[in-house]
């Protein structure tokens, strides 16, 4: 049982440089995350989703996009990459009261 | 919107010792899960004890437990006979309806652990 897993788990981007942090998990689970962390600071939402086709915006979306055609995947895209997308990128998702989170990928911008 | 806030960004405490983390949060919601998560080192995010708001018992894992006041909305976590691989940041969460359920996370509390 995976569980969910990111990739990549490190990666390096220019400035305007696009990518997708892929999400993928084996629960079975409707609800979905992306959360950001910035040092010295807890987890921002930055989108999430409900079920397959339903995503919406959390607190911290601009610059980002998500797209939900699965239940097991929640790819992240950044479009023209901005040095204050500097961060460790989480996704999670959910069953009733728990949520599992990956391993991270830890995202610099330069 | 929901409201998290742990206002000791760094603790220590010996080895064998007992240590509180505070965390308070602010809703409107009756119903409602909060949680301590765990994140080491290695970054990697650890449930380490979650309770139901309905619930008026508080939660109990091992070495660590809740002291749950609703009407305070309190919720600070009791780490009994602390060990050294307790120590990392620990975080005090909420679940949003608002958000999709998603968990809403206070800036986390470093724990030092000292022999």
């Known amino acids: 049982n995976a569980g969910v897993t990111q990739t990549p788990k490190f990666r390096i981007l220019k400035i305007g440089q696009s990518m997708t942090l892929q999400c993928t998990q084996d629960?079975?689970?409707?609800?979905m995350y992306w959360y950001r962390q910035d040092p010295g600071m807890g987890l921002k939402l930055i989108y999430y989703?409900?079920?397959?086709?339903?995503?919406d915006k959390g607190e911290v979306p601009n610059g980002y996009n998500v797209s939900r055609s699965t239940t097991e995947d929640f790819p992240l895209r950044l479009e023209l990459a901005a040095p204050s997308q500097t961060s460790v990128y989480f996704c999670?998702?959910?069953?009733?009261?728990?949520?599992?989170f990956g391993q991270g990928t830890r995202l610099t911008v330069v | 919107a929901q409201t998290v806030t742990q206002s000791q960004p760094e603790m220590s405490v010996q080895e064998a010792e007992t240590v509180t983390l505070s965390c308070t949060y602010d809703?409107?919601?009756?119903?409602?899960?909060l949680f301590w998560y765990k994140q080491p080192p290695s970054r990697q995010m650890i449930l380490v004890i979650r309770?139901?708001?309905?619930?008026?018992q508080n939660a109990t894992e091992n070495r660590f437990s809740v002291n749950f006041q609703k009407a305070a909305k309190s919720f600070s976590l009791k780490i009994s006979d602390s060990q050294l691989g307790d120590a990392a940041m620990y975080f005090c969460?909420?679940?949003?309806?608002?958000?999709?359920?998603?968990?809403?996370f206070g800036k986390g509390t470093s724990l030092l652990v000292t022999p």
């Open positions: 999670a998702s959910r069953d009733r009261g728990h949520a599992f």
């Open positions: 629960m079975n689970h409707n609800y």
């Open positions: 989703s409900v079920g397959a086709g339903i995503t």
């Open positions: 809703t409107s919601e009756s119903d409602y899960y």
């Open positions: 309770q139901e708001a309905y619930k008026q």
């Open positions: 969460a909420y679940i949003s309806v608002d958000s999709g359920y998603a968990l809403n």
